[in-house]
């Protein structure tokens, strides 16, 4: 088979990595890939938002198919375009890709279909935003409805911030058009974990279960970012607790997608909060997570290809997937200014040597290879330290022996991944 990877981090270098493995891959290309990516497979230089490079690259090659890695093609409709022209592809439709591209369109769903999430208000301008914030109890969470790169969440403490976040939003549009509406939902508080499971339009296979580490800083201080960190499997999500969330969430979910005329295949990433109450939904997203996609992959012992072949042609209910016993963890390595401005084109040495540890990979999340053979960064998350062992902490302290490997001044790790799992935890 003939693949095309889209999508140029982490996620697809792990994503490449498995595929490349495959028995059933005779040829791997990524659009547009990165220096990492080509060890595994032919990098394209297109871009993950040129939807028409990307089909008539499709049509010209004559891809078996498609893996779109991040939302944003997903949500501007890569699927549908690649489907007329008869070429497959793993991920949504556009409609379907509204779980994560409209926060209302998801908070309505789980209204309708009595799917646990937070109780919220959908607000279409500054003035009835306003009173909703003068009538709720603080904190609320306010979102930007649309697409807004991870950073479109706010916790309002108090009403002057929730104020002022609303006029930031929808005034001065800070997010563009995905601040034209508003969704604003009650706090919830729990132990927040990553579910994922692959789904063909009606039958779910679960994955697996991770935590990942938003804030740029230590301790959960400083800015959100894409992740700075994730391990798997998430100790709070027991198989009891697993079970409810297929119940409650998945399956709810999948079905309400299907009687609505816009059935879901792909990933479904949910966001979830396990309170006192149980679980329930943040948010969804339409893809793998990043660097959550790294530590499912570290732990897939099957071929992920016919798994991927199967979402696409409805028979996910004959497959099984195996997966080692170890437990995953990696460390994102960022340029030092990420997630604000930041140098590109640092060197970075050492990366051999900590691959080249036991149960380590290190997937390239950004960069590029310049003059002489040497690796160059090219982005903000620029490497993902990944290790297994057969608990977390033993992954953690492999994978933080990796990263010491790395000569890399210009780059900066959070130093405590998985902080909240103790030895007791294992
Ligand atoms: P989202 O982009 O929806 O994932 O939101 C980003 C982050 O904000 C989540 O990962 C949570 O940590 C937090 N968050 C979002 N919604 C809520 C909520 N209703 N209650 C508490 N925290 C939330
Ligand atoms: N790591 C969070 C995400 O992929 O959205």
Redesign the pocket.
Known sequence: MKILVVGSGGREHALCWKIAASPLCDKLYCAPGNAGIAHEAECVPIEASDLAGLCAFAEDKAIDLVLVGPEAPLVAGLADLLTEQGTKVFGPSRAAAMLEGS?GFLKDLCAKYDIPT?EYGRLADPTSAKSFVRESDMPL?I?ADGLAA?K??V?ANTLAEAEATIDEMMVEKTFGAAGTSLVI????EGE?VSFFALVDGKNILPLASAQDH?RAGEGETGP?TGGMGAYSPAPALTPKMQARVMKEIIEPTVRAMADEGQPYRGVLYA?L?ITEDGPML??YNVRFGDPECQVLCMRLKSDLLPALLATCDGVLDTLDLRWHDDAALSVVMAAQGYPGAYREGTEIHGVEKAAALDDVEVFHAGTKAGPGGTLLSAGGRVLNVTASGRTIVEAKARAYAAVDLIDWPEGFCRRDIAWRVSSQHN
């Open positions: 926060k937070a969470v979102k991870g479109g969440v916790i939902e009650e706090f919830l927040e938003k959100n966001g909060m943040i948010e």
